[in-house]
């Protein structure tokens, strides 16, 4: 039981490069979420899934699009990168039983636009 | 909408020492839920300790402890016995008890220091 998985686990990317952040869980989780975490402003949710084929906009969703194909993955993407896209991306994943709904994170992803 | 402030950027403690975290919240809702997440170095986000805010008893889990004031929305964490391990950045959190998203609502953090 890997619990919440997030490939890759650093990138660096040139301004107006493209690319995919993949998070995959197996707890069978329905709801899925990507949040992004900078210096001094604590982790902000950028889009988030209640389950397969559905997602909907966060906090801070300009940007990034992303696809819940299957009911383990969800993916972020980046169409066209930019240096205030340098971040930590978290994915998280919970269950619909279970009094606190808790959220389980993956390792994050350092990723930075130059 | 709801907000979250840690109002200590940085904290220390003596090993084997207590210490205390502030959290403070706003909200209009009366049905929601606190947390308390640590994350070491490792990046790791590790959920500590939760509270309902219909329950007045304040949680525990081990050394760790919380002092819930709903009146006052206050949600500290102390961690008694401190230990080096403990040293990480602390998260406070809340989440509202209805609605389809059950997002989390981050505070900034405080950076907790464990000298030895």
């Known amino acids: 039981n890997a619990g919440v998985t997030q490939t890759p686990k650093f990138r660096v990317l040139k301004t107006g490069q493209s690319m995919t952040l993949l998070c995959a869980q197996d707890?069978?989780?329905?709801?899925m979420y990507w949040y992004r975490q900078d210096p001094g402003m604590g982790l902000r949710l950028i889009h988030y899934s209640v389950g397969e084929g559905t997602t909907a906009k966060g906090e801070v969703p300009d940007g990034y699009n992303v696809s819940r194909l299957k009911k383990q993955n969800f993916l972020l993407g980046l169409e066209s990168a930019a240096p205030s896209q340098t971040s930590v991306y978290f994915c998280?994943?919970?269950?619909?039983?279970?009094?606190?709904?808790?959220?389980?994170f993956g390792p994050g992803t350092r990723l930075t636009v130059t | 909408a709801q907000t979250v402030t840690q109002s200590q950027p940085e904290m220390s403690v003596q090993e084997a020492e207590t210490v205390t975290l502030s959290c403070t919240y706003d909200t209009s809702e009366s049905d929601y839920y606190l947390f308390w997440y640590k994350q070491p170095p490792s990046r790791q986000m590790i959920l500590v300790i939760r509270q309902e805010a219909y329950k007045q008893q304040n949680a525990t889990e081990n050394r760790f402890s919380v002092n819930f004031q709903k009146a006052a929305k206050s949600f500290s964490l102390k961690i008694s016995d401190s230990q080096l391990g403990d040293a990480a950045m602390y998260f406070c959190?809340?989440?509202?008890?209805?609605?389809?998203?059950?997002?989390?609502?981050f505070g900034t953090g405080t950076l907790l220091a464990v000298q030895p």
């Open positions: 959190a809340y989440r509202s008890g209805g609605g389809a998203t059950n997002k989390l609502i």
């Open positions: 707890m069978n989780h329905e709801y």
């Open positions: 998280a994943s919970r269950p619909t039983s279970g009094r606190f709904h808790e959220q389980y």
